[in-house]
């Protein structure tokens, strides 16, 4: 704009002086004064004229090329994303959270609390539990439902005891399956049969059902062992597994149990790294119930010495009362 401006002024400057040349009878070396004027700033006025389509067309071919293709496109995605904010905050989950598995539980079972020294491990569970259900491969099957049904029943075997009431260790089983979405009536039904048939069966037979020739007699046995290998092995189905081996007679050991997964056509790495977890949670339970009855012990014996202590009581009172009316 000032270019152009000086421009005009040049031009109107050299007009002027050929007026004035004109007008004033002037002399030729002003009039060519004028001319010389007039001629610089046609000149000028050209070269910005050129300089402007210059300027244009390096500007489209920046916009045509590779820096400003990605201009624009981030600049585009921008606004789409902008526009599409709004959008994608009020698409809601499809997959539960855990907090939403958690949630559920309390609110089955609110009421009374669970013990603090259980609390910790039943909500471990409950989320360990929940990440094997949501993931896309699982697929609930009996011997799953026996692992579930083993690993609860150890965890909180003596929970009735301390809370000397009956059936609340019960009523947290079905808040915990509702929680996960199951239903607690089949969980139980599915387990037991797996029991059952482990206790009745050969330990060759079982290997045989496993590689399915021929299939269990049972169809949820003879599915959970033919699925296994395309779904998801979780540490649920690994202590089904190992529930199974102790019910027909089987050690669980390393060995065993890399030659029982390899009938199932599964990795034995998982199975035998859930087996180290799985012996060491046997033997903190197997310490906790010892501890557990040792309570139980004490609060007998103290119970006993408070009954032994009121009745010398009464029976001194009685006594006293005895001389009392003797002396009167």
Request: with cysteine.
């Amino acid at each position: 704009l000032v270019q152009e401006t000086g421009f005009k002024a040049m031009a109107v400057v050299s007009v002027s002086h050929m007026n004035m040349a004109a007008m004033g009878g002037r002399t030729r070396s002003a009039r060519r004064c004028a001319w010389l004027f007039l001629g610089v700033a046609v000149l000028l006025s050209l070269d910005s004229d050129r300089g402007s389509r210059e300027d244009l067309q390096h500007s489209q071919a920046f916009a045509a090329g590779p820096v400003g293709t990605l201009f624009s496109q981030t600049r585009s995605a921008g606004l789409v994303a902008k526009q599409s904010g709004a959008e994608l905050s009020s698409m809601k989950n499809p997959v539960r959270t855990v907090s939403d598995t958690i949630n559920t539980f309390y609110k089955e079972y609110p009421q009374p609390p669970v013990l603090p020294m259980y609390r910790s491990f039943l909500v471990d569970f409950m989320t360990n539990t929940h990440l094997t259900i949501v993931d896309a491969r699982f697929k609930y099957d009996a011997v799953f439902a026996l692992g579930a049904v083993t690993y609860y029943n150890g965890l909180m075997g003596s929970y009735d005891k301390l809370t000397g009431g009956i059936g609340a260790s019960e009523k947290i089983f079905n808040a915990f399956c509702k929680a996960l979405d199951m239903d607690p009536a089949q969980v139980t039904a599915d387990a037991e049969a797996v029991r059952a048939y482990a206790k009745a069966t050969p330990p060759g037979t079982i290997l045989t059902h496993m590689e399915g020739t021929p299939a269990a007699p049972d169809k949820r046995i003879a599915d959970a062992f033919s699925g296994i290998g395309s779904s998801l092995y979780g540490t649920s189905f690994s202590i089904g597994l190992f529930t199974v081996m102790e019910g027909c007679g089987v050690d669980v050991n390393k060995e065993n149990v890399e030659e029982w997964t390899k009938a199932l056509k599964v990795t034995s790495s998982k199975a035998t790294g859930d087996l180290d977890t799985y012996k060491q949670n046997k033997n903190k339970l197997r310490m906790a119930e010892e501890m557990i009855r040792e309570i139980e012990i004490r609060e007998k014996k103290k119970l006993a010495e408070r009954l032994e202590a009121k009745a010398k009581a009464l029976s001194a009172k009685a006594a006293e009362k005895a001389a009392a009316a003797a002396a009167t």
